[in-house]
């Protein structure tokens, strides 16, 4: 039996939700069992990692607050407004809905009086002390609200988090613009979770006396007009207007706002002579070249040219953020880089948080073939590992801080969805990858794989192996392609495109069922739009292999 064949009779023979000894009472147990999410992998480990994360994500949810929320796990026994809440959340939402609209409600309904969210929850409460929030909480709602689809109850719970959204916003613009520049300040290094960040030396962790309204007036510099701090209310702002419209308001004055914050990015924090975007400080810029370029890219600020920049000179080059793990926390030919990946770090290791994010940036730019190319380094790192780690040693990508982390967890099931299995998109794209782990370094590399997701009530199994992917829907074999490339289909189960995700040129043809067959060549992140079997149109984004 071919091994194609073979990956797709494991498929078809596993039982995820057992193997991975999920409880049979819970939000996890009930979304898999609904969506039916399995994988296979011939060889290599990485089948047994992403049974270990599904069952490792099921202990990071649990009670919080009177509901099941997710957890950050690991060192963090608690929801952070950061990631847990948001980027985390996000990719949760689709293997356990429920769980991240219970998570998003939890932090609207804490919220103090005066409009402020809580950064993170515990079982101790709610707490105050900083503001710490990175990915934008209104785009994760936003998204799963279009996950969820236009109901009383969806629309319920947008106006819950619209109207603790807005307060919250508000109580940002009165506490965290006291230079007036309409930026958003950072009081403490916790403010945006850096911790050990030489961005943030001699600045104290938390804010002056516990209260997130107030910073020392004994440090010099304070406050920061922060860029990340800043994209993400720009960010915020932008989806405020969307989820306006939905609930029947006048959008206008949050794109208003959004533009205003977006100005004010870019006047105080960005420096066009090296590219970076640096806090700025009373005085002048604070010169750490950190991933707050990454943040605020993945805030959506930018257009594509200045992506691509970023890409030559930061993101893609070996000398600053690209290690052989992923993108560093501080730039590698920063004096101050620190590659110690055993504490809790952003002052030089590869965060999981960070690659996590990073989606977030490249694929709003076309820049999928990039972001396949960093994930296959780490995939052959993570299917040796024996843990889910926060930190990971820049040069081997070797497991370092903290063990059960959820966003580890969150991020392997996203890349193997997104590389090489079924990937549903909020905008009700659906996402067929045909990049399988089967060029990984260490002796991991798997001979063939498979994936399976149902969606809108059909049944789709991809399986590949390093030259051919085959698709099958509701249990026939449907389409098939070169290894390389990623079928888009719309809202409606058509395809409406392909997308060259290997870093080389890739020819072949798509074929299905009994149409003719479609002949293509694409570059890498070369995408081509398909209506009725033809080629309608073609984008070029361009691709930046890693610069030494």
Partial sequence: ??????????????????????????????????????????????????????????????????????F??????????????????EILDRFAPSITRATHLLFADLAREDGLLPYKVTSDGAAFTQIQMVTPLARSVWHHYLRSGPTADAREYLRRMYDAMARNDAWLAQHRDTRGTGGVE???????????????????ERCFRGDAARFDPDVPGLPYVAPDLTANVACQREHLALIAAELGE????????????????FDQCWDESDGMFYDRTTDGHVRVASDVLLRVLACGIGDDE????????HLMNTRRFLSQAGFT??????????????????????????????????EAHGRHAELSLVR????????????FAQCLDPWTGDAGYTDGYSPAMLWLLDALEADCGVLPRADGEVWLSGMPPTRLDHGRSAVATAAARTVAGTRYELAADDERVEVHRNGRRWLRFPRGWRVV???????????????????????RDAAPPLALTLGPNDHASVADGHVTARRHPGFTPPRF
């Fill in 72 to 89: 950050e796990g690991g060192a963090y026994p608690g929801a952070w407004l950061e990631s847990t809440a948001t980027v985390s959340a």
């Fill in 376 to 387: 296959r380094a780490l995939l052959g790192a993570v299917a040796g590992h024996d843990r």
């Fill in 186 to 204: 950072a009081f403490c290094t916790f403010d945006t979770g850096h911790d050990l960040s030489p961005r943030f030396w001699h600045v104290p």
């Fill in 489 to 511: 289909l719309d809202r409606t189960g058509r395809v409406s495109g392909v997308v060259g995700l290997s870093a080389a040129s890739v020819s072949g043809e798509l074929r």
């Fill in 306 to 313: 200045l992506f691509g920049r970023a890409l030559e000179r």
């Fill in 250 to 265: 006048d959008g206008t004055p949050w794109q208003a706002g959004a533009a205003a914050s977006s100005r004010a990015l």
């Fill in 329 to 362: 926390s501080i730039a590698m030919d920063d004096p101050r880089f620190d590659d110690d990946h055993t504490r809790n770090s952003w002052a030089g290791p590869v965060n999981l948080l960070s690659l996590v994010r990073a989606p977030q940036a490249f």
């Fill in 1 to 70: 039996m071919p091994a194609i064949d073979d990956a797709l009779s494991r498929l078809r023979e596993s039982d995820p939700v057992a193997r991975a000894g999920i409880p049979n009472a819970g939000a996890l147990h009930d979304g898999l069992r609904r969506s039916e999410v399995a994988f296979a992998a011939l060889g290599g480990g990485l089948e047994e990692r992403w049974h270990a994360a599904l069952g490792e994500l099921a202990g990071c949810i649990g009670p919080l607050g009177g509901v099941d929320a997710l």
